[in-house]
């Protein structure tokens, strides 16, 4: 856990007012990156630190790097304290409900009447609209975004198995706070950046509006779509693994069927392009698989890797903890956690001059920095 002050954003402190994911993905990414990233708890913790289920890794994926300081918000000498931290800062960061940051006096308008320096992050369901109001969630804006359709088969949407919204929410919080720190150092000016669920979810459509748009025809969902390629999609092996196979151009499908030791098929005149097998592509499909039946995986995957033909294992979240790839390539790394044991985490999915930006901090426990944070505020004053 090295303190590293070459990092691209050391000298930026940022405050964090977040909970759940959405902000703290976009607090993390700033703390990884090298801020100061100083997030505000409640008495008593952020509850996202004890949730259950599926969001019991919540804050342990998305709040390394930080320090912690404990502030009750809702009183008077809270708010005041929050505003004083906030001048010493260059960026804050909230994901609340709408309108709470304007209650407590902590919203853009009124901080940078004080502070016009400084950049704050407001992390939303929507952007300003008619919507603009409205909670939301992460399955809420799959659902009004078009994703869910495009993910479910026909008559059954389903949404995306991780928090994607949330997640991409906070990395385009984080893409507002570089833009706005490198526009400041033109103007002198912070300013307000917007990042929100729904209008994340719509990037995610947008190629399905564009098909939409040039075609006149409603794309089907994902399950029910026509294919653009003869072979690619997920075949049953011997053992009952499953592999996806992707052969997108004819090359590819010459080398396949060398691989598989049936070249009779490239003599078969239905399948002589790629055009002609997309139009048999439920019979190429059927006679791919009974042959990739008996085929056991771990025989058939380093063929088709030495062969250069794009294939997938169907991997589950546990087995990527022992992932070879992520060991080796540094993407998975130990931290101390805020019981003292040790986890591993997965870092950002980047390398800068050949290195990727690390943990360096343990995970902070609950106002474990206070005192130190609260003590800078009065030497300054």
């Known amino acids: 856990m090295n303190q590293d002050n070459t990092l691209p954003l050391a000298g930026i402190r940022v405050l964090e007012f977040t909970h759940m994911v959405m902000g703290p993905t976009c607090g993390m990414i700033l703390a990884d990156l090298g801020a100061e990233v100083i997030k505000v708890e409640p008495p008593g913790g952020d509850k996202t630190r004890k949730l259950p289920g599926l ?147 719509v990037f995610l459509s ?10 006149g025809e409603p794309p089907p969902p994902m399950p029910s779509r026509v294919s653009a390629w003869s072979v690619y999609d997920v075949f049953a092996l011997a053992g009952g693994d499953q592999l996806f196979i992707g052969a997108v151009s004819d090359k590819q499908f010459n080398t396949l069927c060398r691989v598989l030791e049936r070249t009779d098929l490239l003599d078969r005149p239905e399948y002589a392009d790629n055009a002609a097998r997309v139009a048999v592509r439920p019979q190429l499909l059927a006679e791919l698989g009974a042959i990739l039946v008996t085929h056991r995986i771990d025989e058939l995957a380093p063929k088709l890797e030495a062969a250069g033909i794009p294939y997938a294992p169907i991997s589950r979240p546990e087995q990527l903890v022992n992932d070879p790839h992520l060991k080796q390539s540094g993407g998975l790394v130990p931290m101390t956690t805020d019981d003292g044991g040790s986890t591993e985490v997965v870092l950002l999915p980047l390398t800068m001059g050949g290195r990727r930006p690390g943990v360096r901090m343990p995970l902070p426990r609950i106002g474990e920095h206070t005192e130190e944070v609260l003590a800078g505020l009065k030497n300054a004053a």
């Open 206 to 215: 947008s190629q399905h509006m564009q098909q939409f748009l040039m075609t």
């Open 55 to 201: 969001g019991i890794g919540f804050f342990r994926s998305f709040n390394r790097n930080k320090k912690s300081v404990v502030l009750d918000i809702t009183s008077e000498a809270g708010r005041q304290t929050a505003a004083e931290l906030a001048g010493s800062c260059d960026v804050v960061l909230e994901n609340f409900r709408p309108g709470l940051m304007n209650e407590l006096g902590l919203d853009y308008e009124t901080l940078s009447k004080k502070y016009p320096r400084l950049i704050c992050v407001s992390h939303k369901g929507f952007l300003p609209g008619p919507y603009e109001k409205r909670l939301a969630l992460d399955e809420v804006v799959q659902m009004m975004g078009g994703l869910s359709y495009m993910t479910g088969p026909v008559g059954r949407p389903l949404r995306a198995g991780t928090s994607v919204n949330d997640i991409m929410g906070g990395m385009f919080g984080a893409i507002g706070v570089l833009a706005a720190l490198r526009e400041r150092d033109r103007t002198g000016r912070g300013q307000e950046v917007q990042s929100a669920l729904f209008e994340n979810c």
